[in-house]
């Protein structure tokens, strides 16, 4: 995978509005010239297979590395090491799992991003828990959610409302709110790159027409989970599948007493297997999900 790196000749650090443009001339792949393109890769390590699996994803590394434009961070460098985690995506990536590419992708990018975020914002070390990393990546989203962009501390009820949310306390998102409003949020009116010959707002995304990469790996993601599930209930014995069909996965579910009269037990008993099945359901998709690759 070394010579794949020093094969792409782009880099967003050497003008990134030229950079942004080249890598939509790059086609995005049909499944089976995907799947054949890894198994060359896999099989036999070879660099030109690899090189075109990763170009035809730089447009996803740029879609998601925009999503983090707000943490005051060279959108370069936050580009490069979504490429970074794109590259270890491909090196592990294995097409007989059933998964399209850009799905398996998508948390090597994010995982890499975020890492390089975390590395370089002094306020977040690594060390922090995994709720205070919630609320630094959650933040901004959610003050969007219910309208409080505005500068300045929050409002107490927004206070409130994104701490519930996030399970951290109130004194813990005011801090991470002031912190993250010192570090600055780059206009959309910037320009990109040192050239100044466009600005961030030409590289948003038109929610009319949506990036494909994006949508077909959102697509796959919800099948792929879907098939794990349908693949943990099979852990599950009769009784247990039933109720937690019943009680987790309909729209309106049963409730506890009709259950209880259903298999003559106690509601007690009833929720004692649902949160039973609900928990070896977990484990189970968990572990299928960690032998695949996709957490």
């Given at each position: ?87 270890q995506a491909v090196k592990k990536f ?162 506890l007493e009709d259950l209880s009269a ?34």
């Open positions: 995978m070394a010579n794949l790196s020093t094969a792409i000749a782009l880099s967003p650090e050497q003008g990134l509005s030229r950079y942004l443009t080249e890598i939509r001339k790059y086609p995005l792949l049909e499944k089976n010239e995907e799947f054949m393109l890894a198994k060359r890769w896999r099989e036999h390590e070879d660099p030109e297979a690899a090189e075109r699996m990763v170009t035809s994803h730089l447009r996803l590394v740029a879609k998601i590395a925009m999503g983090y434009r707000g943490y005051g961070l060279p959108m370069g460098e936050v580009i490069s090491e979504g490429n970074v985690g794109l590259m294995d097409p007989d799992k059933g998964f399209r590419l850009a799905t398996y992708a998508m948390w090597w990018i994010r995982a890499a991003i975020q890492e390089y975020i975390l590395r370089s914002w002094s306020l977040v070390k690594l060390g922090t828990t995994a709720a205070q990393k919630k609320l630094f990546f959650n933040l901004r989203r959610l003050k969007g959610e219910i309208q409080a962009l505005e500068e300045g501390d929050l409002r107490p009820e927004n206070v409130a409302t994104i701490a519930t949310k996030l399970g951290v306390t109130e004194d813990e998102v005011v801090s991470m709110n002031r912190r993250m409003a010192s570090g600055g949020d780059a206009s959309l009116n910037a320009p990109i790159g040192m050239d100044g010959d466009g600005e961030w707002q030409d590289w948003l995304a038109d929610e009319d027409a949506p990036d494909q990469a994006e949508t077909l790996a959102n697509r796959d993601e919800y099948e792929s989970r879907m098939a794990l599930l349908s693949a943990a209930m099979e852990t599950l014995n009769e009784r247990e599948r039933h109720i937690i069909t019943e009680r987790r996965l309909k729209d309106e579910p049963t409730t259903v298999y003559n037990v106690s509601r007690e008993r009833i929720r004692q297997i649902e949160v039973r099945a609900f928990e070896k359901l977990q484990n189970a998709m968990r572990s299928a999900a960690v032998e695949q690759g996709v957490m």
